[in-house]
């Protein structure tokens, strides 16, 4: 295995080692400077590249990603140069934070915010190697546990105690509610609808924006735009509050708000009364009170499933990436699949063998497929005897 580098001068290297990963190893060691007489501590440079995110990440992720490393990193490691933190202080970084209380998820996210950092160092030209690169926290005792295990979904008759506790206490959050059971939006994408986003002709809704921490942007991701399928009812409902939402803006000679569940301020509703509001509806209904409005989303996502829906459709509701990622989180709830398939196609291709007297074959049967106009039908066809 043969590890091309390039030293602090820019020079390309080339240095032979018996296996990948001691290659691997020494690459880790190799974090000279390109320019030596720069000395930037990880302090330094963590802020240089928060400043640096704040114009490529939306309010929520920069707002982890400073929680991160400002109050997880920084205080441990910040002291040091780039060139000198290893893999070791990683490690440490890593237990302490785990003996400290720290789930191994919350955890695993400060490793790859840590882990982000320092590859945009190797950009910027102050490292050569990256000694967060672990695999996912693969040898940390940070490897990653699946998404599903911790999943929380309503079943078909608690959603439906939810909904009709959500309509006695809280009226006024019931079609937010059933918005988010029924089309699989997340929380943000949802108070960041506004009127001409309905489309009643297609009986769709168009997702463009959400609010994060207050503030409208765009969606999660590129593939979170999207035109999502409304049931009638909700299309009846929205265009209920359509009309008394324009009465009432004419009675109070006030310009409508332009989201369609506005505050008092005509701005979108906060993410911290809906949560407030839907535990209330939690608790008239008898529910647990673990259960986030984000369930709902995995509400929809669930019950379509089971019902048998298109993984591609509820994939295209949910504006995931790919399919592969609706799969991995969604798929136990996917149907085992048609237990019968075995047995029709070992009747479509293998005989029937009748077993007579002193254990001989007495008959064989050949089974041929017919196709008429109501499907597949399988007919015997005999072909040969044997004497009995």
């Not at 963590?46 to 990193?73: F, I, N």
């Amino acid at each position: 295995m043969t590890l091309k580098y390039r030293d602090a001068k820019g020079r390309d290297r080339f240095k032979a080692f018996p296996t990948r990963a001691i290659a691997e190893d020494h690459a880790v060691t190799l974090r000279a400077k390109p320019d030596p007489g720069q000395r930037i501590t990880l302090t330094a440079y963590t802020e240089k590249w928060l400043t640096h995110m704040e114009s490529r990440l939306r309010a929520g992720p920069l707002a982890g990603y400073k929680l991160a490393m400002r109050k997880h990193v920084v205080p441990t490691l910040g002291h040091l140069r780039l060139t000198e933190v290893g893999r070791g202080h990683i490690k440490d970084l890593m237990a302490t934070k785990l003996t400290e209380g720290l789930s191994r998820r919350t955890a695993s996210n400060i490793h790859a915010v840590l882990h982000n950092c320092l590859a945009e160092a190797i950009e910027d030209g102050y490292l050569h190697a990256n000694p967060a690169a672990s695999r996912r926290g693969r040898g940390l005792g940070l490897t990653r546990i699946e998404r599903t295990t911790n999943m929380k979904a309503m079943d078909g008759a608690q959603l439906r105690a939810f909904i009709e506790a959500a309509a006695k206490v809280r009226p006024d959050r019931v079609l937010l509610f059933r918005l988010l059971a029924f089309t699989g939006l997340r929380l943000g994408e949802a108070l960041a609808l506004r009127w001409e986003d309905v489309d009643q002709a297609g009986k769709t809704l168009r997702i463009e924006r959400g609010v994060t921490r207050c503030r409208v942007g765009p969606p999660k991701t590129p593939t979170s735009i999207r035109d999502v399928a409304l049931a009638p009812g909700l299309l009846d409902d929205l265009a209920q509050l359509d009309t008394a939402s324009k009465a009432a803006a004419l009675k109070s000679g006030r310009k409508r708000h332009p989201y369609i569940f506005p505050s008092r301020s005509g701005g979108p509703l906060h993410h911290g009364r809906i949560d407030q509001d839907f535990k209330v509806a939690l608790a008239g209904a008898r529910l647990p009170q673990h259960l986030t409005p984000h369930c709902l989303r995995h509400t929809f996502a669930s019950l379509h499933l089971q019902a048998g829906e298109s993984v591609y459709w509820v994939s295209r509701q949910l504006g995931h990436a790919s399919i592969k990622i609706t799969v991995d989180v969604y798929g136990r709830w996917l149907p085992p699949g048609n237990l019968e398939a075995a047995a029709r196609l070992e009747a479509a291709v293998s005989p029937t063998v009748t077993i007579g007297r002193g254990g001989k074959v007495a008959a064989v049967t050949d089974l041929s497929l017919e196709h008429g106009d109501n499907g597949a039908v399988y007919t015997p066809k005999r072909r040969r005897k044997a004497p009995g």
